[in-house]
Nanobody
Framework: QVQLVESGGGSVEAGGSLRLSCVAS????????MGWYRQAPGKQRELVAT???????NYAEAVQGRFTISLDDAANTVYLQMNALNPEDTAVYYC????????????????WGQGTLVTVSS
C-alpha cells in the first residue's frame, strides 16, 4: 500500500523559510498529482499548492509568490519551499497524492500523509 511520509515542519519566526518534503513509497506506477493542504486550529483544511505529473502547478492565492511546489517524480517526492512566512501560515500541513498503484484494481488511489506542524511566530 502506498504511504506518504512528510518532514520539514517546525517553528520559525515571521519572515523565515521552511522546506517541506513528502515521500511516497509503495508500488507506484505513476503520479497523477501531488500537493499540500493545511489546516489551522479551528479552520477547515484548505489547499496550499498542487503539482501534476506534467509539472503543472496551482497555488492558493494566500501563498502565491511566497511558496513554491516542486516534484521529483523519479523519487516520488514533492517539496514545498515556503518563504516569507507569516503567523497566518501556522497550521498542520498535509501531503496528498493521487497516484496509480500497481497492486490495486483500479490502480488509481488517493493518499494523505499524517501531517507536519508549521508554527510561525510574530
Amino acid at each position: 500500500q502506498v504511504q506518504l511520509v512528510e518532514s520539514g515542519g517546525g517553528s520559525v519566526e515571521a519572515g523565515g523559510s521552511l522546506r517541506l518534503s513528502c515521500v511516497a513509497s509503495g508500488h507506484i506506477i505513476s503520479i497523477n498529482s501531488m500537493g499540500w493542504y493545511r489546516q489551522a486550529p479551528g479552520k477547515q483544511r484548505e489547499l496550499v499548492a498542487t503539482i501534476t505529473g506534467r509539472k503543472n502547478t496551482n497555488y492558493a492565492e494566500a501563498v502565491q509568490g511566497r511558496f513554491t511546489i516542486s516534484l521529483d517524480d523519479a523519487a516520488n517526492t514533492v517539496y514545498l519551499q515556503m518563504n516569507a512566512l507569516n503567523p497566518e501560515d501556522t497550521a498542520v500541513y498535509y501531503c496528498h497524492a493521487d497516484i496509480n498503484d500497481i497492486t490495486t484494481v483500479p490502480p488509481r488511489r488517493e493518499r494523505w500523509g499524517q501531517g507536519t506542524l508549521v508554527t510561525v511566530s510574530s
